[in-house]
């Protein structure tokens, strides 16, 4: 998805390097046995230097959600939800923000694509280490659920949806005659 390009640690500044994030990688093993992964970029070196109103994102009040429910059943209307994959991951980042990748991670980030990523990693006190500057927001930074509003909401903005005033969460368009709400 191109979330980040490699950098060389070498052209970081000390406040750059004392700025980056940490890159958190969670596994858990489901009930059928498979594993599942979470990666997250550690934000909290973040709140020293953004503002709450920088990075808070709206999201959908409850009145809103059981009023679309109710209006969806009095008019038996067809309901569907959706996932988009790696959601925040779609929008650009609006800042510059490192995320350093330690141990097994840098290695396996290697591995993926070693032409792109071996050059860039260093060893630090036995650990191989590759810094990357994001190009699309990740989750656990903090302007990662704004920025991928903003992009949502433009989009449906762009194919006709009208963002509700009192709710920044909800959008509606005529469709063949009938009301559709995102």
Not at 115 to 141: Q, W
Not at 165 to 178: A, E, H
């Amino acid at each position: 998805r191109k979330v980040g390009k490699p950098i060389d640690s070498n052209s970081l500044t000390r406040d750059q390097k004392r700025a980056t994030l940490r890159y958190l990688m969670f596994l858990t093993k489901k009930r059928c046995g498979r594993i599942k992964a979470r990666g997250c970029a550690d934000g909290r070196k973040q709140r020293e230097t953004t503002r709450k109103q920088d990075a808070s994102a709206p999201t959908v009040s409850i009145e809103a959600v059981m009023l679309s429910a109710t209006i969806d059943a009095m008019e038996e209307r067809d309901v569907i939800t959706a996932d988009i994959p790696g959601a925040f991951m779609q929008a650009n980042m609006d800042e510059v923000v490192h995320v350093k990748f330690e141990g097994e991670m840098a290695e396996m980030l290697v591995k993926l694509d070693p032409k792109l990523y071996r050059k860039y990693v260093k060893d630090d006190n036995g650990k191989p280490v590759l810094y990357v500057e994001l190009l699309k927001a990740l989750y656990g930074t903090l302007k990662a659920a704004l920025l991928f509003w903003k992009l949502l909401s433009s989009k449906l903005v762009s194919l006709g949806y009208e963002i509700i005033p009192y709710d920044w969460c909800v959008s509606n368009k005529m469709l063949n005659g009938k009301q559709s709400t995102i």
